[in-house]
């Protein structure tokens, strides 16, 4: 049996949440918000379509995007207004995973052919309308997508005859039941719509009333009882917590039962506090949340290690990890090469909101967008020629400068490095 998933959809409309395609009501005014909220709510995909018809009004909602992606931790598909090769490029560069395509608009057929040979057929998903566009382009779609995207109730079952392509159905119902039934379908790979994409939808709930219908949801599995863990006299066991990107040690805590199956139920780092006596959902007063990205046990089964995504400071003085305080010997210099440039970057990025006199990348800055790419462009000429030399300490130095340039554009055009990392990801 596959994993089924819940995925909220989110339609824009001239920078803005509106209800539906043909609903103009504003839901939200804060698209990037609703698109967190869905994400901290335990989500496990996100549907955005782009409502706008002009290019002024386009260019909005890739930037929308563009911020979205940086907030949440979830896949991201997003359609609307694609009407050339540029479009595909721009919402695929914002971050999200697939570029929707829309089967109803005559020159698809070509574009999805066109887009799936450049970006590759698990970049691309299509959305159909009708059943017969499923019928006539089977191939087409077979060839060049790998989701569909059911804009229609339709005969799910008949459906699944023709295609083995993992299909999300968007639907207006806001019937459990009717959701319940679409996701019983074998291939339908997830749910969105109205009763999803509800702002008070408790998805770990609803996921619940899923598996007593027998459908696996998306979700944790732990493959060891707490029961089978080594406990200390107070009967918790405890938990040391990492950075899953720098591997830096964040901070110590406790677990009992029921907070490790709400870890893994929640997706969130949950402990037990043991001054409070009561569970304690990390991040659920400050913001400063820990998402799970592993949990792993010692040789001794009685310690815990929780690779996490940490928002914000783990330490509740505010440093970014509760082991800030040296009693012995030296700290080594960090040579993580992710936090490396992260520094480098956050300095740089500093200089623009802080300028300071006499500052090298403030003068970049100054001179605008024109003279960073007139040095970006120079330095890498510089790195090829010392690639031609036989010296290699050359290359060193000038890949130093080059990357040090690449990154004032970053900053400039609001490019991070985790925008950068999760493009090389995804290739």
């Known amino acids: 049996m596959s994993y089924k998933r819940l995925t909220p959809c989110i339609f824009i409309e001239n920078g803005k949440a509106v209800r539906w395609f043909d609903d103009s009501e504003v839901i939200s005014d804060d698209v990037v918000a609703l698109a967190k909220h869905y994400n901290d709510q335990g989500a496990d995909e996100l549907l955005v379509f782009d409502l706008s018809e002009e290019d002024e009004d386009h260019e909005e909602s890739i930037d929308l995007l563009r ?170 066991i405890p938990v040391i917590v990492q950075h899953y990107k720098t591997k830096e040690v964040l901070m110590l805590a406790y677990m009992n039962e029921e907070s490790f199956y709400h870890t893994i139920k929640s997706g969130k780092m949950t402990y037990y506090s043991r001054s409070r006596q009561e569970l304690w959902v990390k991040g659920e007063t400050s913001g400063h949340t820990q998402f799970v990205k592993s949990l792993t046990v010692d040789c001794d089964r009685d310690t815990l290690l929780a690779e996490v995504e940490q928002i914000g400071a783990a330490c509740h003085t505010g440093n970014p990890t509760c082991f800030f305080q040296p009693i012995v010997g030296s700290k080594v210099a960090e040579k993580n090469p992710l936090q490396v440039f992260e520094e480098v970057y956050a300095t740089i990025s500093d200089r623009k909101k802080n300028p300071k006199e006499g500052s090298y990348t403030n003068y970049l800055f100054e001179k605008g967008l024109d003279k960073i790419l007139k040095k970006v462009g120079e330095e890498a000429t510089e790195l090829v020629i010392a690639a031609k030399n036989p010296n290699p300490e050359e290359i060193k130095y000038e890949m130093s400068d080059f990357l040090y340039h690449a990154m004032v554009l970053m900053v400039e055009r609001g490019i991070t490095w985790e925008d950068i990392v999760n493009e090389l990801a995804d290739r």
């Open 67 to 236: 911020k979205i992606n940086r907030v949440i931790r979830i896949p991201m598909t997003a359609g609307g207004n694609i009407k050339r090769m540029e479009d595909v490029k721009k919402v695929l560069y914002t971050g999200a995973k697939r570029c929707m395509l829309n089967f109803s608009k005559p020159d698809t057929l070509t574009l999805v052919e066109d887009a799936a040979k450049r970006f590759g057929k698990e970049r691309i998903a299509v959305s159909l309308n009708d059943f017969d566009a499923l019928f006539k382009q089977q191939h087409l779609i077979d060839e060049c997508s790998t989701e569909i995207i059911f804009m229609h109730r339709l005969d799910l079952n008949s459906v699944m005859n023709i295609t083995e392509i993992p299909c999300v159905v968007v639907t207006d119902t806001l019937e459990k039941e009717e959701i319940l039934k679409i996701l019983k379908c074998e291939g339908i790979k997830g749910v969105s719509g109205k009763f999803i994409s509800d702002e008070n939808m408790d998805f770990l709930t609803f996921k619940e009333i899923c598996a007593q219908e027998g459908i696996q949801m998306t979700s944790f599995e732990s493959i060891m009882e707490f029961s089978e863990f080594k406990l200390n006299a107070d009967g918790l």
